[in-house]
């Protein structure tokens, strides 16, 4: 079964600028989403198709795709940041969903 | 507005079923798939299924091949999600989620029912 891989943490201090990757083999041919989630809530779409933001989401939030990897990246951090993150992909070959394990976002 | 409402808490014994509602508004309920993604305690999510209320035709992972039920109710815009032979790992929040209709991403999500599996 296909497989995203996320790191479990980033951290990044207040004003600065938060990256994170989502890795997966052949991701280059696929569409990547992105979902914040905050304790106790539902997740919410933040990016999708690598870069496009829903109605309503800041573009402090943008997304890129480059070969094996695909980059959520968050500008002006601040502390209403924190959360989780997760990406995703659509596996063609059984018609799956797939999630990556998810990033904890941290503002020191 | 556009929601999807989901049904309560659930407790239920090891090897007995749930079965968890999730009510649409705010959009033509036939003409979105519906998908199912449950988050244990502490754990990521984990993308269970979907169902084109339209047809009612549903696909699910592997893992849960043989457990899960994925139906509809198109005259009260309901999808249902249940799961057989519950087990404890089975615990976690279960939620419901709208799929897009140009990208196959999830825009709309439930608030999501808690089930809890314990003798």
């Known amino acids: 079964s296909y497989v995203l891989a996320q790191p479990p943490s980033v951290s990044v201090a207040p004003g600065q600028t938060a990256k994170i990757t989502c890795g997966g083999n052949n991701i ?3 569409s990547v989403h992105w979902y914040q989630q905050k304790p106790g809530q539902a997740p919410m779409l933040v990016i999708y198709d690598d870069r496009d933001r829903p109605s309503g989401i800041p573009d402090q939030f943008s997304g890129s795709h480059s ?3 695909a980059t959520l990246t968050i ?3 601040e502390g209403g940041d924190e959360a989780d993150y997760y990406c995703q992909v659509w596996d063609s070959s059984g018609d799956l969903w797939v999630f990556g394990g998810g990033t904890k976002l941290t503002v020191l | 507005q556009v929601q999807l409402v989901q049904s309560g808490a659930e407790v239920k014994k090891p090897g007995a ?3 968890v509602s999730c009510k649409a508004s705010g959009y033509t309920f036939i003409n979105y798939y519906i998908h199912w993604v449950r988050q244990a ?3 990521g999510l984990e993308w269970m ?3 084109n ?3 009612g ?3 699910s992972a592997q893992r849960f091949q043989g457990r899960v039920t994925l139906t509809r109710d198109t005259s009260i815009n309901t999808a249902y999600m249940e799961l057989n032979r519950l087990r404890s790992d089975d615990t976690a929040v279960y939620f419901c989620a709208r799929r897009a209709d140009w990208y196959y991403g999830l825009d709309v999500w439930g608030q999501g029912t808690t089930v809890t599996v314990s003798s």
């Open chain 2, 57 to 59: 035709g549903a696909n």
């Open chain 1, 75 to 77: 500008s002006r951090v």
């Open chain 2, 17 to 19: 079923s749930v079965k």
């Open chain 2, 53 to 55: 209320p339209r047809s």
């Open chain 2, 49 to 51: 299924g979907w169902i």
């Open chain 2, 41 to 43: 305690p502490g754990q």
């Open chain 1, 28 to 30: 280059e041919s696929k």
């Open chain 1, 67 to 69: 070969g094996n990897t």
